[in-house]
């Protein structure tokens, strides 16, 4: 299994070479040169598999450059009771008729960014100490990925972690879940600014390839193809589940920002998985709600994006959406130049000619949901069943809700705890969300973080000072 760029300037590389890359040296995307197929005899096969076994099966399809005993110990290491909070490691919780939570947000940071990040802090480690290497991920967060990245890389030989995060502008329980971490590798650097400053200067500090070169920075975005890869494990999982026969289809609905969750599912789909519908839900931020119903894409500038109760999703430039687009041009590399060119140029593309392949050929239908509604499913969800859902999960329900088939099982990805957003949750339901237990007395923790000025050169001092050589 080798790995090509949508762009087509990339020599065919092995998983582990594209592992610590970001971006292709052509500035696309890395992807299989074909996407492995898994037919229904092997699904059955899979049917009796724990989910570190599972994820081994997986995984392997998009990894032949490591050792199968050795992958196996990786997806064990990283999906195991302790460090998610359920034996299943991915609960299936029934809410009513056919529609059930997927429940990914079992990890230590309570979202589904650490079903990914488990996976891609084991096997970082693994392939550094194989190499004799280090690396220092550099990396801006407003609270999601930062978290879970360092939870799964605190404590490993071969990394650190420098995380900028806005001064004053993250929830409490953000706060304290990141700053509460006293691993030596793990760097809160709190700026003095607003996230899209932190990520300037991430920005900055990449881009001076002496210094990226001189300090080995690397970095845990959502483009990461092992992230996308290890995602691809819950949906099989999911439909595992739900179903009892071959050719069963079930549905997904997926709460979306930049495109990586449901990624994974369209992949798992043209592997072959009895998929029927791919939901894709946005907040008030829907360009990517925009494009599955008109099919141009325009994204917005950062000024544009508004700031909502379900924050995970305020995002307007979706950074994996040009991997789904490889696709739909048939992956023909001279078509993806070509739209990227014209969204330099004009600010959008075009692909309304192919409209009728989105749902026929790629089974993805969208829509969007605002504040109002996310009150209103949590609340109704709430009273119809007891269970309360974050403010994320309620934007993938409420449009679940419109494209729900008898007889089709639908799966609701849970991509974060309610815990997270209790403010929310207080609004829509009056109570507040229960806390996991060991997380009760997170805030009474002490705290590391360092705070300085929004600077690059006092970010680029203390990165010289504290990087593992
Ligand atoms: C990151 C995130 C999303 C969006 O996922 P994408 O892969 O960026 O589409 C949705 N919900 C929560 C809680 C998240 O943390």
Same mark, same amino acid.
């Not at 709190?190 to 080995?216: T, W, Y």
């Not at 739900?242 to 289809?249: D, I």
């Not at 696709?327 to 001279?334: A, E, I, K």
């Given at each position: 299994?080798?790995?090509?760029?949508?762009?087509?300037?990339?020599?065919?590389?092995?998983?582990?070479?594209?592992?610590? @890359?970001?971006?292709?040296?052509?500035? *696309?995307?890395?992807?299989?040169?074909?996407?492995?197929?898994?037919?229904?005899? $092997?699904?059955?096969?899979?049917?009796?598999?724990?989910?570190?076994?599972?994820? $081994?099966?997986?995984?392997?399809?998009?990894?032949?450059?490591? &050792?199968?005993?050795?992958?196996?110990?990786?997806?064990?290491?990283?999906?195991?009771?302790?460090?998610?909070?359920?034996?299943?490691? /991915?609960?299936?919780? =029934?809410?009513?008729?056919?529609?059930?939570?997927?429940?990914?947000?079992?990890?230590?940071?309570?979202? !589904?960014?650490?079903?990914?990040?488990? !996976?891609?802090?084991? /096997?970082? @480690?693994?392939?550094?100490?194989?190499?004799?290497? $280090?690396?220092?991920?550099?990396?801006?967060?407003?609270?999601?990925?930062?978290?879970?990245?360092?939870?799964?890389?605190?404590?490993?030989?071969?990394?650190?972690? !420098?995380?900028?995060?806005? %001064?004053?502008?993250?929830?409490?329980?953000?706060?304290?879940?990141?700053?509460?971490? +006293?691993?030596?590798?793990?760097?809160?650097?709190?700026?003095?600014?607003?996230?899209? @400053?932190?990520?300037?200067?991430?920005?900055?500090?990449?881009?001076?390839? +002496?210094?990226?070169?001189?300090?080995?920075?690397?970095?845990?975005?959502?483009?990461?193809?092992?992230?996308?890869?290890?995602?691809?494990?819950?949906?099989?999982? *999911?439909?595992?589940?739900?179903?009892?026969?071959?050719?069963?289809?079930?549905?997904?609905?997926? &709460?979306?920002?930049?495109?990586?969750?449901?990624?994974?599912?369209?992949?798992?789909?043209?592997?072959?998985?009895?998929?029927?519908?791919?939901?894709?839900? $946005?907040?008030?931020?829907?360009?990517?709600?925009?494009?599955?119903?008109?099919?141009?894409?325009?994204?917005?500038?950062?000024?544009?994006? %508004?700031?909502?109760?379900?924050?995970?999703?305020?995002?307007?430039?979706?950074?994996?959406?040009?991997?789904? /687009?490889?696709?739909?041009?048939?992956?023909?590399?001279?078509?993806?130049?070509?739209?990227?060119?014209?969204?330099?140029?004009?600010? @959008?593309?075009?692909?309304?000619?192919?409209?009728?392949? !989105?749902?026929?050929?790629?089974?993805?239908?969208?829509?969007?949901?605002?504040?109002?509604?996310?009150?209103?499913?949590?609340?109704?969800?709430?009273?119809?069943?007891?269970?309360?859902?974050?403010? %994320?999960?309620?934007?993938?329900?409420?449009?679940?809700?419109?494209?729900?088939?008898?007889?089709? =099982?639908?799966?609701?990805?849970?991509?974060?705890?309610?815990?997270?957003?209790?403010?929310?949750?207080?609004?829509?339901?009056?109570?507040?969300?229960?806390?996991?237990?060991?997380?009760?007395?997170?805030?009474?923790? =002490?705290?590391?973080?360092?705070?300085?000025?929004?600077?690059?050169?006092?970010?680029?001092?203390?990165?010289?000072?504290?990087?593992?050589?």
């Amino acid at each position: 299994m080798k790995y090509r760029s949508t762009r087509g300037g990339m020599q065919p590389q092995a998983f582990s070479d594209i592992l610590l @890359e970001g971006l292709a040296p052509d500035g *696309g995307l890395a992807l299989p040169e074909s996407f492995p197929r898994v037919n229904s005899e $092997t699904l059955a096969r899979w049917r009796t598999l724990s989910y570190a076994e599972l994820a $081994t099966e997986v995984l392997s399809l998009f990894i032949d450059d490591i &050792p199968r005993d050795d992958l196996n110990t990786l997806t064990h290491a990283a999906y195991r009771e302790g460090v998610f909070d359920s034996a299943e490691i /991915v609960p299936v919780k =029934p809410l009513y008729d056919n529609v059930s939570l997927l429940g990914l947000s079992q990890g230590p940071t309570l979202a !589904f960014k650490d079903m990914a990040m488990q !996976f891609l802090g084991q /096997v970082f @480690e693994y392939v550094l100490t194989k190499r004799n290497g $280090t690396l220092n991920i550099l990396g801006a967060t407003s609270g999601d990925t930062g978290s879970a990245a360092e939870y799964a890389l605190r404590g490993k030989d071969h990394v650190a972690v !420098f995380m900028l995060s806005p %001064h004053g502008r993250m929830s409490e329980f953000q706060r304290a879940q990141m700053y509460s971490l +006293q691993d030596a590798n793990i760097h809160n650097l709190a700026v003095k600014g607003v996230f899209d @400053e932190c990520q300037d200067i991430v920005k900055m500090l990449a881009g001076d390839l +002496q210094f990226k070169a001189a300090h080995r920075l690397g970095a845990v975005n959502s483009i990461n193809w092992a992230r996308i890869a290890a995602q691809v494990v819950y949906y099989f999982w *999911g439909w595992l589940r739900v179903t009892s026969e071959a050719g069963q289809l079930v549905s997904f609905a997926v &709460p979306s920002g930049n495109f990586g969750n449901i990624l994974s599912g369209h992949i798992a789909r043209e592997m072959g998985l009895p998929i029927h519908r791919l939901v894709l839900a $946005t907040n008030e931020n829907n360009v990517l709600e925009e494009f599955f119903r008109t099919g141009v894409y325009h994204p917005r500038a950062a000024a544009q994006t %508004h700031a909502t109760s379900s924050p995970s999703m305020d995002i307007s430039r979706a950074s994996n959406f040009e991997r789904f /687009v490889f696709d739909l041009v048939d992956r023909d590399p001279v078509k993806v130049i070509a739209l990227w060119r014209q969204l330099e140029s004009n600010g @959008e593309f075009d692909l309304s000619h192919l409209k009728n392949r !989105f749902t026929d050929r790629y089974g993805f239908v969208s829509g969007c949901s605002n504040h109002a509604d996310r009150l209103r499913t949590i609340r109704a969800t709430y009273e119809r069943t007891g269970v309360i859902i974050d403010p %994320h999960t309620a934007d993938g329900l409420k449009v679940a809700q419109a494209y729900a088939e008898p007889g089709i =099982p639908m799966l609701v990805l849970e991509t974060a705890l309610p815990a997270k957003f209790a403010e929310t949750i207080q609004e829509a339901i009056g109570v507040q969300p229960p806390v996991p237990v060991g997380l009760k007395d997170l805030s009474s923790l =002490p705290q590391r973080v360092e705070v300085m000025d929004c600077d690059a050169t006092q970010v680029r001092a203390y990165i010289q000072k504290h990087a593992l050589r």
